[in-house]
Every structure is written in C-alpha cells, then in structure tokens.
C-alpha cells in the first residue's frame, strides 16, 4: 500500500509500506480521508515522544471496514463508513472505567503510538476494538466532512464544560480552525454574541466571511479589554476560549471575564514556557470558573457526527484544501502558513 512515512523531523517520505495485517482480534480500515492537525505540524517538524519513526501519523480519519478478525468483539461490518476514536485507554485503571480514555496515564492513540490515517490501509488495534473506538457515519455525511468529526470532537469536549446557552458572550482568542469550529458550536448552542481576537487580523477576516455573525478584533489596533467590555455593557464575557498557545491570551482572560464566567484553555501553551500569572482574587470574587480541555472520547465524536449529519454545522466550510497523499508535506506547510482553514488528504487514488 501507499504511505506517507514519518522518518524524524522534517522527514516524510510517500512511498510503498508492507500492507497491515490484522491479528484475530482486530480490524483492518481502508483509509479514505484523513485530515491534517496542528499536531501532525508540530510531530512533522519537531518529533513527538508518542511517534518512534519509522511511523505513519494522522488522527483525522475516516474509512471504510474491510476485514474483520473472525474473535473480534464487534458489531461492524464489512462496508461500514466510520470516524476513528484517536485516544485508547489502558482499559484498566479508573479513569478508563469511567469512559475518561484521553487522560488516561497509559493512552496510546492511533496516529501516534498506533499508526494512524497517512496510508491507504490501517489496523484498527486490539484494545481499541475493545473501546469501540470508532463512530459510523450515517448516509447524510460523506467520508470528507466526516475527517472534521475528530477537530470538532475536541471543541465539543471543551465545551462541555462550558455551559453556552442563550444570551451569553463568547470570546475566542485564535482565528484557525479550532477557533472557528468554537465560534460556529457557540453560536449553535445559543450564544448571542460571538468575538473573536487574533493578531493575524486579515485572516481572521478573510476565514469569518465563510461563518456569519461574528464580531472581530485586531489587538494591534485596539485595546481588547476596552473593546470587550465595551461590547458587554461593561460586563465583561460570559463564555471565554483561548485556541491559541499564548500566555498573553490566557492572562488577559480574567481580565475581559463577567462574574460567574467559564474560561477554558483549549490551546497549550509550549512545554517550556507555561507558567503564567493572574490575580486569584479575580477567580475568588467574581466566581470564575477555569477548564481545560485535552483531546475527547466517543460521546463527543458522536455529537459531532449529529451535528453535521443535522447540518447545524456545515463541515465543509471548514475545509478549504484537499490534497492527494503525494502533497503531504505541502499540505502540512500550507497549515503551518496560516493561509488555509482545514487540509484534508484524500489518501484513496
Ligand atoms: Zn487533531
Ligand atoms: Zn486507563
């Protein structure tokens, strides 16, 4: 089969790689689209600890099922279209028991440990057959659109946590397409107003001419606390995303949130550099509460799917580029520029 091979930073090479075969337990997928993440990125130019090459990455799947191991426990069969789940849990501990696969302290996710989608063929593994680690896709959405349930899983998860409902405030610090994806599930679940902050201003408003409704500010130009609070009636924002990894963001959050506000910190900020200061007080007296979001589990890739299938979200808007398998690695620069919303690799010929 074809593969798009990690071979260590900055290395990718597409080239034939042995077809996978699967043990009695498992399942084998053939890939049709798998997307490319901001940490795909990140993996491409500076490794990951996860990712040991020769390795295929890519965590933004969709395929079809091809053979099923005649053990595996499973209700699937040959011909179903699905999304693949990325994090897979030890299985055992108490986090997994509670279906919390992402932060489980022994996950192994597909496209890092497990590979992943860069190829036209992969194994679904044993422990993930066991989590039933996938979600099909119903006839209403097809195999492109379904590589944005995995991004769009993520925002779902974070806000969980969040509470959006009608007649909040939103701000979202980060114009790619996590900030957008939040911006769009925002306003579905009833935000009134929706602002986005990003220093790369234009393409901010060049990506927001593709949603509706939404409200801009440049930080070069203007003075965000003033803006926001402006905007809020001197309130301050209900709701407030930082999909970017930067301090500057994260501080200024307590400083643009109303009482009883809900701030998550979606983006990480660099492993080295992620010590940041705020006035606790603010946390105290005007009861703010702080989230973190790391990855998702199946509820939420399957949300995501009822999302898109009910065209409360139109996928397709996110996706501005689909490459063939050969483009990778322009692909992966073109995210890396900023001048694209969501990359998608059609890795079927
Ligand atoms: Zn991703
Ligand atoms: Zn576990």
Redesign the pocket.
């Known amino acids: 089969m074809k593969a798009a091979i990690f071979l260590g930073p900055e290395k990718i090479e597409v080239s034939d790689w042995e077809m996978p075969k699967i043990s009695d337990r498992e399942i084998l997928i053939k890939v049709h689209y798998c997307a490319i ?3 795909d990125v990140r993996t491409f130019y500076h490794g990951h600890k996860k990712v040991i090459p020769p390795a295929i990455i890519g ?2 799947i969709t395929g079809e099922v091809v053979e099923i191991g005649k053990n595996a426990k499973t209700d699937l069969k040959k011909g179903d279209r699905l999304v693949i789940v ?1 994090s897979i849990g030890c299985g055992n501990c108490k986090l997994c028991n509670r279906g919390l696969y992402n932060l489980c302290p022994d996950t192994k996710a597909i496209g890092y440990y497990y590979q992943g989608g860069f190829a036209q063929y992969m194994v679904i593994p044993e422990p993930a057959v066991e989590q039933n680690a996938w979600v099909l896709l119903p006839e209403s959405v097809s195999l492109l659109d379904g590589s944005l349930v ?2 769009l899983s ?1 925002v779902i998860n974070a806000q969980n946590y969040l509470n959006i409902h009608e007649g909040d405030t939103v701000v979202i610090y980060g114009g790619g397409p996590i900030g957008f994806m939040h911006a769009v599930l925002g306003q579905a679940q009833g935000a009134e107003k929706v602002i986005m902050v990003d220093p790369a201003f234009e393409r901010l408003e060049r990506f927001a001419q593709l949603f509706s409704d939404l409200i801009l500010v440049d930080p070069g130009k203007e003075n965000t606390i003033e803006k926001i609070k402006q905007l809020t009636d001197g309130v301050g924002a209900d709701v407030i995303i930082t999909a970017c990894p930067a301090k500057q963001a994260q501080m200024e959050s307590f400083k643009i949130a109303a009482p009883h506000s809900r701030i998550s910190f979606f983006g990480g900020l660099p492993k080295d550099d992620s010590t940041i200061f705020i006035d606790s007080n603010l946390i105290h007296y005007y009861e703010i509460s702080v989230f973190g979001a790391f990855a998702s589990n199946r509820a939420d890739y399957q949300k995501a799917v009822d999302l898109i299938s009910s065209k409360k979200i139109d996928a397709s808007k996110f996706i501005t580029e689909v490459i063939p398998l050969e483009d990778i690695v322009k692909g992966i620069n073109l995210v890396k520029s900023g001048t694209v919303l969501k990359v998608v690799v059609k890795v079927q010929e």
């Open positions: 993440c901001g940490t965590h933004e990325t995995e991004p993520c």
